[in-house]
């Protein structure tokens, strides 16, 4: 078995860290080229993936480092802006290898389709009504998708809530959909809509919307890792994180940030595996304030027995490997090859876990020295490369920076000025 423990990646030439993934992940030269070429996509794709096309949007391609998830070592694909995230994500997956890794699982490629029902006149006789209906409904749905059903899943059940709105009650109906290795939206879609005329002349009243849900408590990733004191720093360290959980779980204003940086990982790895990061982000957002009516963290950190950092994270987790662009995209399609998940449950638990060492270094960083000194190095390279820094250039420049403690444009452009003068 590969190991994913790469020291001094960020070091190596292009060519050798091509290399290194194309071996960790069996990627032919072709897969290797597509994943390094920042044009990977022809204008006739992009063409039909959205409208009115003019181009595409490139974002640095990451690889984070040291992932070990149930046993199995991933080098995992991270597409984001952003600086550090990467960084963060290897060095926390490092620390949490003492312990052995991350353990996650999933509750199930299960997702929720909402069928809402107005002017009602008898809503709780309706909602029987449906209730009595169920194998109808069932019926009505899955024959829409008889490759999901052929594989195991499809429509598997309904339920249905009376709800009590600005404009009177409404009845709602949920199907409950397995949709396997689909993200699953175009599936539930499609049945919502043709279980709807059924709803209608069952219960009299009128169909409005017919659509996912994207709070999909029943398609929940969950991840857990143990972080020994003594390879994050000590007692204190285990201090300082337990007080910047309580604080984020107390306060939504913190809790907001604290949740943004879990899904700085997320993002990275949904997007760079073609899924849906706002469907994600809706998900995780709406978990976190549903699952115990506030908006709460939605990672947990303890110490255990032997003074050691506990974490867990969970939270709806719908991506998919078949349907849409994952299927289609081929840089998505070779950082699927690259992770090596055979499923969407298995790439839901390395996403998962990659949300909860983000967690871990932020808070770790936060708790510690703050997070301004790591962000610095690449952040002073930005503003060199900004105030016109070419070659070595950039690296004298967000030297003298840092050293400085100044890292400003104003500050770049006059070190720049002093550099090419002595060099003239
Ligand atoms: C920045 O993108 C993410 C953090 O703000 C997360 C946090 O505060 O926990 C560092």
Redesign the pocket.
């Known amino acids: 078995m590969s190991t994913s423990e790469i020291s001094g990646f960020y070091k190596r030439s292009a060519q050798d860290r091509w290399k290194i993934v194309q071996e960790f992940g069996g990627l032919s030269d072709e897969e290797v080229r597509t994943l390094g070429g920042t044009g990977a996509l022809k204008f006739d794709q992009v063409d039909r993936m959205i409208e009115n096309v003019i181009g595409t949007m490139p974002v640095p391609l990451g690889v984070a480092m040291n992932f070990r998830v149930n046993g199995r070592d991933y080098l995992v694909p991270m597409a984001i802006e ?1 600086p550090s ?1 990467v960084a963060a994500a290897s060095n926390a997956a490092k620390m949490a290898r003492a312990k052995g890794g991350f353990t996650a699982s999933t509750s199930g490629p299960v997702m929720i389709g909402q069928i809402q029902l107005v002017h009602v006149p008898d809503p709780h006789s309706a909602r029987l009504a449906i209730l009595h209906a169920r194998d109808e409904i069932l019926r009505r749905a899955n024959e829409k998708d008889p490759i999901l059903v052929k594989l195991g899943g499809g429509a598997k059940d309904v339920e249905t809530r009376v709800i009590s709105t600005g404009r009177g009650p409404m009845v709602i109906t949920h199907l409950i959909v397995d949709c396997r290795d689909a993200m699953g939206a175009n599936a539930v879609n499609t049945m919502a809509e043709a279980v709807a005329p059924h709803l209608e002349e069952i219960t009299g009243g009128r169909v409005y919307l017919r659509i996912i849900s994207n709070l999909a408590v029943r398609r929940l990733a969950r991840a857990r890792a143990v972080f020994a004191k003594d390879a994050i720093g000590g007692p204190e360290v285990v201090e300082g994180i337990l007080e ?1 959980f309580a604080f ?1 779980d107390a306060d939504p204003f913190r809790c907001a ?2 949740n ?2 879990i899904m ?1 990982g997320i993002d990275a790895v949904v997007l760079a595996t073609g899924n849906d990061f706002r469907a994600i982000e809706a998900g995780a957002h709406s978990y976190a304030a549903w699952k115990s009516g506030g908006y709460r963290s939605l990672t947990t950190w303890e110490r255990n027995a032997d003074g050691d950092l506990v974490g867990t994270i969970e939270l709806p987790m719908a991506v998919g490997l078949v349907g849409g662009a994952t299927a289609v995209h081929p840089t998505a399609k070779a950082c699927v090859k690259l992770l090596g998940v055979k499923s969407a449950q298995e790439l839901a638990e390395v996403i998962a876990s990659v949300g909860l060492a983000q ?1 871990f270094a ?2 770790r ?2 708790a510690t020295e703050g ?1 301004q000194r790591g962000h610095m190095g690449l952040h002073a390279r930005n503003i060199a490369a900004t105030v016109g820094a070419v070659g070595d250039e950039i690296d004298r420049v967000a030297e003298a920076l840092v050293k400085e403690g100044k890292v400003r444009m104003d500050r770049a452009k006059e070190i720049l000025d002093d550099i090419r003068r002595r060099n003239t």
């Open positions: 952003e995230v910047a984020a940030t604290h943004k940086g700085n967690n932020a808070l960083a936060l997070i």
